[in-house]
């Protein structure tokens, strides 16, 4: 795992996007340019509006750059999308209350036409995955918020993505909860291997999950610093309360000081 790669696997060179035309045009996104290796856990981390969302749709391919050029493993987003190499999950779980949690993790499975048997069979080994083998039958209503995103977290592995975009998944959670299923993601992580990009307003949720940080200015959002977090694998709650883990911290404060 980390960023042991080859050539990267999300290649950004000089990205702008603007919203709107005319005079009114917002500059979202002012020329960044970083690359992400396989298997390698990012965060993209800043205030409000410094452009994250935006940067994660680009990437998704729910938004097309007004300049520059996005590479994911060497084809364009729109490529990568259509070959299925995305898992995203949003800030909002958005689950369908009247379906079981075993048939939200196999919706996608669903509507790429696989097999009723072989949709059963990832069912349980994703709900087993995210710790959830035992609230397949429940529905999403009758769940907590966390778990309602450790389905939507499975649900998003279900095509076995090779990316996995993650907008403030946790945002809506207590300190506690997050804390939990950043653990856990990073547990569910380590054995899919595939490369997160983590959008956070958090700092020590960014340090604790992360290979890399990349810290955005907002108005326009520019990539300001970009934080290695050599902390070893895997992370445990006790790294929490870990000196080196403070010492990031305040490191990625400072690089905040005059944005
Ligand atoms: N559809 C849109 N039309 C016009 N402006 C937009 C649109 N979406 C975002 N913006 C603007 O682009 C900038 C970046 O927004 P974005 O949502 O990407 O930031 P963010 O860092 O994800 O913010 P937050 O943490 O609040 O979600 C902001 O100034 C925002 O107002």
């Known amino acids: 795992?980390?960023?042991?790669?080859?050539?990267?696997?999300?290649e950004l060179s000089?990205?702008?996007?603007?919203?709107?035309?005319?005079?009114?045009?917002?500059l979202a996104i002012?020329?960044?340019?970083?690359?992400?290796?396989?298997?390698?856990?990012?965060?993209?981390?800043?205030?409000?509006?410094?452009?994250?969302?935006?940067?994660?749709?680009?990437?998704?391919?729910l938004l097309q750059p007004t300049d520059g050029t996005l590479k994911v493993a060497g084809a364009s987003p729109r490529e990568a999308r259509l070959a299925q190499k995305y898992g995203i999950v949003f800030q909002n779980p958005v689950l369908y209350d009247w379906r079981k949690v075993r048939y939200n993790v196999t919706l996608p499975l669903e509507l790429m036409g696989v097999g009723k048997a072989k949709r059963e069979e990832r069912a349980e080994e994703l709900l087993a995955l995210v710790g959830l083998a035992a609230f397949a039958d429940k529905y999403p209503w009758q769940l907590s918020g966390g778990m309602q995103q450790r389905v939507a977290i499975a649900r998003a592995l279900s095509m076995e993505p090779e990316i996995l975009l993650m907008d403030e998944p946790f945002s809506a959670l207590d300190e506690f909860?997050?804390?939990?299923?950043?653990?856990?993601?990073?547990?569910?992580?380590?054995?899919?291997?595939?490369?997160?990009?983590?959008?956070?307003?958090?700092?020590?949720?960014?340090?604790?999950?992360?290979d890399r940080v990349f810290v955005l200015s907002p108005h326009p959002g520019r990539l300001s610093a970009v934080v290695d977090i050599p902390l070893p694998r895997p992370r445990t709650s006790e790294m929490r309360n870990d000196p080196a883990f403070f010492g990031l911290i305040a490191h990625i404060r400072d690089s905040f000081e005059g944005v």
């Open 14 to 26: 000089g990205i702008s996007m603007s919203y709107g035309s005319g005079g009114a045009d917002v």
């Open 177 to 210: 909860g997050r804390e939990r299923l950043n653990e856990e993601l990073l547990s569910v992580w380590s054995k899919v291997g595939s490369t997160v990009v983590f959008v956070t307003h958090s700092i020590p949720e960014a340090v604790f999950l992360s």
């Open 1 to 10: 795992m980390g960023q042991a790669a080859a050539a990267p696997e999300i």
């Open 30 to 61: 002012d020329r960044i340019s970083l690359n992400i290796n396989k298997g390698e856990f990012v965060s993209l981390l800043g205030p409000s509006g410094c452009g994250k969302t935006t940067l994660l749709r680009l990437i998704a391919d």
